[in-house]
């Protein structure tokens, strides 16, 4: 069975990409509709109910592209929106926060897993409710990193004063963790400034499980495109078309076409 109906993925702006090109790896033949919210974002200090209606309308939006699956590559929204996207949206819904917590517990030997999130998500204790639902003797620790995301948004640049904020979240996790995860799909697009300050800790990066389960639904409900040729990507954006196309073409690490206008 060959399914062309195309993927469809979102963010609040660029750091769900880095979901998007795992599953470009894992699933080349997939057509893919990425869209990134870049005119609202960052989500993670906004309030819940606004973040709830951002998503239910891209929900709306990608759904009537015909897609048939959506991925939530966004920690924040998979938090707030998850379940209510999964009962108003007629396609298959997955978000981001538990694969990656799966990987974290699979390898952890101390059962000690530190998260690096945006603040709602550690507010609201994603990482740790999902960890202990499956292990609850795993001792979670999540910090909120409020000004990463416009920083990334806006162009991270390798300053002495940066790597210092990244020091300065890093050194609140216990030293008996060995076990960090990136509860936001933006921090692996600076994973080398964590890598100097995380000292040897194992990096879980969410966007790679995700990939995997993207795989592994499509295969069970008998979605996926089987073929040989490369799959079409597309990509609209609520925010500045120039902006949107500088930083995913820096992030994706290729040029890209044109990029549409949408929700704006």
Request: glycine share 6%; hydrophobic share 35%.
């Amino acid at each position: 069975m060959i399914d062309r109906r195309p993927i469809g993925i979102f963010d609040s702006g660029v750091g769900g990409l880095t979901v998007l090109k795992e599953i470009e790896k894992i699933l080349p033949h997939e057509n893919l509709i990425y869209f990134g919210d870049n005119l609202r974002a960052p989500y993670g200090s906004r309030d819940p109910q606004e973040i709830s209606k951002f998503c239910l309308d891209i929900g709306k939006f990608l759904e009537g592209l015909d897609i048939k699956l959506l991925v939530i590559a966004c920690n924040t929204a998979t938090v707030v929106c998850l379940e209510e996207l999964q009962s108003k949206i007629s396609v298959p819904t997955i978000g981001v926060i538990a694969s990656g917590t799966r990987e974290a517990l699979e390898i952890t030997k101390t059962n000690k897993i530190g998260i690096l999130s945006t603040p709602l998500t550690a507010k609201v204790n994603a990482y740790k409710n999902e960890a202990q639902r499956i292990d609850d003797k795993v001792e979670v620790y999540q910090i909120g990193c409020e000004p990463l995301v416009p920083m990334i948004e806006s162009g991270w640049e390798d300053t002495r004063k940066n790597q210092e904020l990244i020091r300065s979240y890093v050194d609140r996790l216990p030293t008996e963790i060995d076990v960090v995860v990136f509860g936001c799909t933006h921090y692996p697009i600076i994973e080398e400034y964590f890598i100097r300050e995380l000292k040897g800790k194992k990096i879980v990066d969410p966007a790679k499980e995700t990939a995997l389960e993207v795989k592994k639904l499509l295969k069970k409900l008998k979605l996926l495109n089987r073929r040989d040729s490369k799959g079409k990507v597309s990509f609209y954006t609520s925010g500045n078309l120039d902006k949107f196309k500088y930083l995913a073409e820096k992030i994706l690490d290729r040029s890209l076409d044109k990029i549409k206008p949408a929700l704006n």
